[in-house]
Structures are given as C-alpha cells and as structure tokens.
C-alpha cells in the first residue's frame, strides 16, 4: 500500500515529527501549513496523509489550526532511515539531538514552560518545578529562536 518516502517526504516526516506543525485556514488557497521548523507545502502534507505517515487532527477548525501529527508508521521510517542531508552519528542520534528534540516537542505541546526573566531562563514542568536554569541574557525572540520554538512558548517575566 505505501511507497517508500522520497528526500522531500522525509524532510516532511522529520518537521513533523518535530512537532507544532499545523494546517490552517487560507485565502484564497483552501489551506495552508503553518511549521515552526520549515516550509512543508499543502500537497506533501497531503501525499504524507495518503500514505499514513501523518494524520490531520480533523476535530479542530482549520480557522483554529488543526494539528499534523506523524503516525507511528512514519515514525518508523524516521527510525529505519537517515534523514537527507545529515551526516550519521554512530548507529544514530545522540543523547543530546533526542533531549533536544523531545524537549522541543513538549515546549510546543505545552508540557514545559520557559520563563524569561532579567538575567536566567528557567524551564519548568506542568506543576512549575524548576527543571533547569540557564544563566544570562536573552530576548524572548532570541531565545525562541536557539531553542528553535515560536516566541509565543517563552513567558516574559521580565
């Protein structure tokens, strides 16, 4: 039933997997995709749908955004292959890229807050224990983007 996945639709598979990525609402194009993390077009979205290698949360309103989610099949095959254009690291990625990936994902679902403050930037979970504190100075917008986030995610405590 699938076929295997082309560069363009692995480079897809990854941004989703990333997270925050969203189909909205556009005129006068019947949608668009909105991605923190790249440019996905409607139509890839679309063949990555068919294929079921990522499902749209239709129980949204494209006016609201409605979430694009990778499948546990396209999961399997970010797994099984490397992704174009990176250089592999070992048998795959490092401690590091998965923390800063997972920690990525759950800032976009909202699990984990940033808090911007004057001088530290700390990170907290749902029940605002501190998990980490990073001192220095930011801008929200700065921030946002080393951490690879939208700028909405940081609280400004500042």
Known sequence: MSTQPDDLHMRALAIVAAGGV???AAVPHP???????GVVSPPTIDDLVREGWARVDSSRSLHDGQPVEITPTGLALLRGNRL???????????????LATALRAAIRHGH???????DVVEISG??????????GRFTAVALAGFLGIDPAR????R
């Open 31 to 37: 949608v668009r995709i909105v991605s923190p993390d």
């Open 154 to 157: 940081i609280e400004d405590a």
């Open 22 to 24: 969203r189909q909205v």
């Open 84 to 98: 174009p254009g990176t250089t592999p690291a070992g048998d795959g990625p490092t401690g590091d890229q998965v």
């Open 112 to 118: 984990i807050g940033v808090h911007l403050h004057d």
């Open 126 to 135: 749902s029940d605002d224990t501190v998990l980490a504190s990073v001192t």
